[in-house]
């Protein structure tokens, strides 16, 4: 009976053990909660309902809740979920919070989240965020930086899940995050990235300034469009009064001069997988890697023009094979009028931007054609080539280079030949700047 008693002891006191530990947990995690209600008392009210912690190193905060001062809506979440690898992990972020001290690593993650499309939110984020690619809204009246013109595309609350996660690694050299935001409707995004770390993170007050004087080592990112592009052309080709198909050239027009406007020209893979991206709207993936002593300037230095032209950008559109991805650096283009409809372009006019590396983006099986008309083609003028399309051409270009294919389109800008390269078939723009001689079959 008394070895019975003794068992009956232990387990009791293992019991008020966990149940005081769990409180101790419980009341740290609200005194964190506490102190960042009270910084926040000015721009509003933070309240949550529960704390919950378990055994494997989790706590959960449920109904998260900040309603924000002279205004009416709110911003909701279910639940938020903070992770550690294990209890005694966990026990020590506390306590490295306590100190404002950076934890060696911690999971975070929200689900059910609630943010509403208007002011004081659009003014908190106003320029600082942007859910979708670069330019999106070029030719139209859309910025996306801006949170209330989502209001233009029908959306008023934005329904929220993601996570976010870092580790600090290689001895505290190197930093890994990791980020997944699901936002319905709009877009799912995925991202991940390493930094070399050239000041330790340790006070939480001084982790903005060792991030901006970290260097990129590797990043991947993936967009999977939820609807936001169909809502956006819709919107802009009905704002202008286009058809889809006159929308979107005046779009990629308008996105070209954007990026000359930052000092860049991406080349002609990365305008074909958009305007592929564009005519249907699925998912973009991104991905760099590069080592020290290649490893771009500071983030605090950072800038686009100086960093994407050095970078090896892999690309893939849904489930492609990856493409190399390039940008030159070019002098900035005078900045352009972007909101209002663009008067149609004469036919002769060149692009906004020449490929400064135009041979390196044509495959090298186009390049081996002999540089006079072979037998069985014949030369015609560029300006007919509206009468071909569908049909095999080749064309030579400025630089003595040739390219063929199947010609599938023509605009006031370019031809567009569909290619068969080591990639797989890829629709390729080439300015009318670009084109000596245009060749089809002799029928003859």
């Known amino acids: 009976m008394r070895v019975g008693r003794w068992i009956i002891a232990i387990i009791c006191l293992l019991l008020l053990a966990a149940l005081a530990g769990h409180f101790y947990l419980a009341r740290q995690v609200e005194s964190q909660l506490e102190k960042l209600a009270s910084q926040l008392v000015l721009a509003g009210r933070l309240s949550w309902e529960r704390i919950l912690i378990h055994p494997r190193g989790e706590i959960h905060i449920s109904a998260v809740r900040f309603e924000p001062r002279d205004a009416r809506d709110l911003l909701r979440i279910d639940a938020v979920t903070f992770r550690s690898q294990n209890l005694a992990q966990l026990v020590r972020a506390l306590q490295d919070f306590e100190r404002n001290e950076v934890p060696r690593g911690i999971l975070v993650s929200l689900r059910g989240g609630r943010l509403p499309v208007g002011p004081p939110f659009n003014d908190w984020m106003d320029g600082r965020v942007s859910p979708i690619l670069p330019h999106a809204g070029a030719g139209c009246d859309f910025d996306a930086r801006r949170l209330t013109d989502l209001n233009r595309l029908d959306y008023?609350?934005?329904?929220?899940?993601?996570?976010?996660?870092?580790?600090?690694?290689?001895?505290?050299?190197?930093?890994?995050?990791?980020?997944?935001?699901?936002?319905?409707?709009?877009?799912?995004?995925?991202a991940r990235a390493r930094l070399e770390l050239d000041e330790p993170l340790s006070s939480i007050h001084e982790v903005a300034s060792a991030?901006?004087?970290?260097?990129?080592?590797?990043?991947?990112?993936?967009?999977?469009?939820?609807?936001?592009?169909?809502?956006?052309?819709?919107?802009?080709?009905?704002?202008?009064?286009?058809?889809?198909?006159?929308?979107?050239?005046?779009?990629?027009?308008?996105?070209?001069?954007?990026?000359?406007?930052?000092?860049?020209?991406?080349?002609?893979?990365?305008?074909?997988?958009?305007?592929?991206?564009?005519?249907?709207?699925?998912?973009?993936?991104?991905?760099?890697?590069?080592?020290?002593?290649?490893?771009?300037?500071?983030?605090?230095?950072?800038?686009?023009?100086?960093?994407?032209?050095?970078?090896?950008?892999?690309?893939?559109?849904?489930?492609?094979?990856?493409?190399?991805?390039?940008?030159?650096?070019?002098?900035?283009?005078?900045?352009?009028?972007?909101?209002?409809?663009?008067?149609?372009?004469?036919?002769?006019?060149?692009?906004?931007?020449?490929?400064?590396?135009?041979?390196?983006?044509?495959?090298?099986?186009?390049?081996?054609?002999?540089?006079?008309?072979?037998?069985?083609?014949?030369?015609?003028?560029?300006?007919?080539?509206?009468?071909?399309?569908?049909?095999?051409?080749?064309?030579?270009?400025?630089?003595?280079?040739?390219?063929?294919?199947?010609?599938?389109?023509?605009?006031?800008?370019?031809?567009?030949?569909?290619?068969?390269?080591?990639?797989?078939?890829?629709?390729?723009?080439?300015?009318?700047?670009?084109?000596?001689?245009?060749?089809?079959r002799d029928q003859g």
């Open 211 to 440: 991030l901006a004087a970290s260097r990129l080592l590797m990043a991947e990112l993936d967009l999977h469009d939820l609807g936001f592009y169909e809502r956006l052309h819709s919107h802009c080709a009905q704002a202008l009064e286009l058809s889809r198909e006159r929308w979107l050239e005046q779009h990629l027009n308008a996105w070209r001069r954007a990026w000359a406007e930052q000092g860049l020209a991406p080349d002609d893979i990365a305008e074909s997988a958009y305007r592929t991206f564009l005519n249907q709207p699925g998912s973009i993936s991104l991905a760099t890697r590069t080592a020290p002593p290649q490893a771009p300037a500071r983030l605090d230095d950072f800038s686009k023009a100086a960093a994407l032209p050095g970078l090896d950008i892999f690309l893939r559109i849904d489930e492609s094979t990856p493409v190399a991805l390039r940008f030159a650096a070019i002098t900035p283009a005078r900045p352009a009028r972007l909101t209002e409809p663009e008067p149609p372009a004469p036919a002769q006019a060149p692009v906004v931007r020449e490929s400064p590396i135009a041979p390196e983006l044509i495959d090298p099986t186009t390049q081996a054609l002999p540089v006079v008309a072979p037998s069985g083609w014949r030369g015609v003028s560029p300006a007919s080539a509206n009468q071909y399309i569908n049909q095999s051409v080749r064309l030579l270009l400025h630089d003595e280079t040739w390219a063929s294919g199947r010609l599938i389109a023509v605009d006031e800008q370019a031809l567009y030949l569909e290619i068969r390269s080591r990639h797989g078939l890829l629709t390729r723009p080439f300015s009318h700047a670009r084109i000596d001689r245009f060749y089809v």
């Open 156 to 190: 008023w609350e934005l329904a929220i899940d993601g996570q976010f996660h870092y580790q600090i690694v290689v001895e505290g050299e190197q930093l890994d995050m990791g980020m997944r935001l699901a936002v319905g409707q709009l877009a799912d995004w995925r």
